[in-house]
């Protein structure tokens, strides 16, 4: 069974500070998403990556970016921390891109505070 | 691009009650379709999609979806919940063959009361 880590369930920051999240899947997926959860608001893609060492930008970028230096990790960092960026952070990953209708696997997600 | 409406919001329910939740999408070419569930203090998992076939797909837990392509809809039903359903669902569309992002709806939060 497909495995997606989040590193934190739960992480407090503060305005500011430049914030790491971290995740891994187990299964040599190539394709990895970050996205936000948002009461009302649904997800919302953050940004994507193809494979390794590629990325791209999803619905809303700003204020983020992210690193794939391996294909088993996504990091998404959050340059200067805001408090409009309080959220869940859930990370995703599918098997390759001509495998595109397959599904994607998500982590538990991070619950990340900005104070 | 592709959008995704779930009309539904919040739905609150009886045990036994029969569910149908709405989702309706833009997109004028082919399309495959999901439904994900989310519940409390879980990740989000595939409940069921669809790709090409039969228009009825059943997925888990009893948990079925109609594709009519007439409507650009794809509903989720069941006929009869349970207390263990409450959760969050989420449909999403993506464009077969084109963006290989699925984009996905506000989501519908189900309260099923005992």
């Known amino acids: 069974d497909v495995k997606v880590t989040q590193s934190s369930r739960y992480l407090v920051k503060r305005t500011g500070e430049k914030v790491f999240l971290e995740c891994v899947q187990d299964?040599?997926?190539?394709?990895m998403f970050w996205y936000r959860q948002d009461p009302g608001l649904g997800l919302r893609l953050i940004y994507f990556?193809?494979?390794?060492?590629?990325?791209e930008k999803g619905d809303i970028p700003e204020g983020y970016s992210v690193s794939r230096e391996k294909k088993e990790r996504f990091s998404l960092i959050l340059e200067s921390a805001s408090t409009n960026q309080t959220s869940m952070y859930l990370c995703?990953?599918?098997?390759?891109?001509?495998?595109?209708?397959?599904?994607?696997?998500f982590g538990d997600g991070t619950r990340l505070s900005i104070l | 691009a592709q959008s995704v409406s779930q009309h539904n919001h919040h739905v609150i329910l009886s045990e036994a009650a029969s569910l149908e939740l709405g989702c309706n999408y833009s997109y004028g070419g082919t399309v495959n379709l999901f439904w994900y569930v989310q519940y409390p203090g879980q990740h989000l998992q595939l409940l069921l999609k669809y790709f090409s076939g039969d228009p009825l797909v059943k997925g888990i837990k009893g948990f079925e979806a109609e594709f009519i392509k007439s409507k650009f809809s794809f509903n989720l039903r069941k006929p009869s919940v349970q207390w263990s359903d409450t959760a969050e669902y989420f449909c999403a569309v993506k464009a077969s063959g084109g963006s290989y992002i699925p984009t996905f709806g506000r989501g519908t939060s189900l309260i099923v009361h005992p």
């Open positions: 990556s193809y494979d390794v060492k590629m990325k």
């Open positions: 995703a990953s599918r098997l390759g891109r001509d495998s595109s209708n397959q599904p994607q696997h």
């Open positions: 299964m040599d997926h190539e394709n």
